[in-house]
């Protein structure tokens, strides 16, 4: 039997460490209250985005200033209790999007996104998912020249300094692509590598059915019940009482925060909520869309057409204000005939992130035994099987095949 493992939330991140974890001959327990892949990682828009090379940056233009300030767009809604309890973390993600530091950002970031096909791929066949996966990319539409230009010009730097390939679509040809979508629209840009999955909840599921049946335990129990207790880690679990190993990982995504401020770290963590909504009855997409000038995207999921919104900064437990969605449906219909709404609440979840733009993966600086692999924001769905891999290679002390530094906990300790 191998060296025990906890690891601690079942989203994409803690499922693909405890994978990686086993593969190396760890004896891995994955810990969560629900059921594997119910959060985050179930109502995301599914994107596997070997595109996003550049984080996603706080907007500094006056124009998106002023739209966010007084909340107009689809693209950004807040409460004033967030935006208070999170002052300080947005103002250093504020700092960190200045373009020298996000470009040194982007630097570090391309690096895993670099993997994110590959180290998808190998789970994917081995849970024989391609039935979820679409592998054509995804667009962003554009409704004017100006706009579309610009991203075009971002689009070719983009491909130059990262390879990330695009193909520039004119309005006919996007007519083509998608037909379902109603003109004028000025054009596309169609990103040609990115992968669509149309149940990520279910690919997070059978990746953790995996684990299982390469001989991993999943266990239900509440991570804010760690605790150190000598050289081991405990969790308490309602079923199997106290469960204690040398090793522990903290990949609760959003949930993160809180039990790392208790454990005495400080990290400039905060969360932008995002809502989900599902529409059928209506026309189709073959890929998903990003509304480039409106922020929200459409992607065809198996339930139907998957409505997901920007970013909303509200305490993680606030009720849901789901403003978003209502806008980003009107702009929608503007598009395309989006059917009816499926008659449930939105979805409502939130994206983990770090104020310097980047995950935090590693040793926890001032506690042996414990790793944290959590902050993946708007890519922890891509990054999933890179961060697992990269954290299972710190944990067996091998030298990992990315750069672990810029990732570091220790980089606000
Ligand atoms: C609207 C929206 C759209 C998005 N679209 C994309 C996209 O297209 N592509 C992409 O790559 N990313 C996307 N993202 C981001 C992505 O979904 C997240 O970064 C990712 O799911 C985070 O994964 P995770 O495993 O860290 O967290 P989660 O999936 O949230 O997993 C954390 C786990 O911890 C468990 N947990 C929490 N607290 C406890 C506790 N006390 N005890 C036990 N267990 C606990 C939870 O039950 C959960 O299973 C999107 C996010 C949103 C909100």
Partial sequence: MGTAALVLGAGMVGTCTALHLQS?????????????????SHGNAGLIQRESVE?????RDLGHLFSAALRLGADVHWHPQGLWQMARPLWRYYRHSHPAAHARAA???????AHALD??????????????????GFRFVFRTQRALDEGLQRARRLQADFGVRHRAESPA??????????????????WLDPWAVSDPGTLVARYAQLFVARGGRIVQGDATTLQARGPAWSVHTPHEGQLEAPIAVLALGPWSAAVVQRLGYRMPLFIKRGYHQHYQGGATLRQPVLDAERGYVLAPMRRGLRLTTGAEFAPIGAPPTPVQVAKAERLARELLDLGQALPEAPWLGARPCAADILPVMGPAPRHPGLWFNFGHGHQ???????????????IHSERPWVDPQPYSPARFV
């Fill in 107 to 113: 630097q570090a970031y391309s690096r895993l996104i």
């Fill in 173 to 190: 040809e996007l007519a083509q692509a998608e037909p379902a979508l109603r003109q004028p629209l000025a054009g596309a840009i169609h």
């Fill in 380 to 394: 922890g769905f891509t990054l999933g099987p890179v961060a697992g891999r990269l954290l299972a290679e710190l």
């Fill in 119 to 136: 180290e998808h791929a190998p789970l994917i066949t081995a849970t024989q998912s391609n039935d979820l996966v679409t592998r054509d």
């Fill in 24 to 40: 190396k001959g760890y004896n891995v327990t994955l810990v969560d209250r629900r059921e594997p892949g119910q959060e985050t």
């Fill in 55 to 59: 984080p996603y940056a706080f907007p």
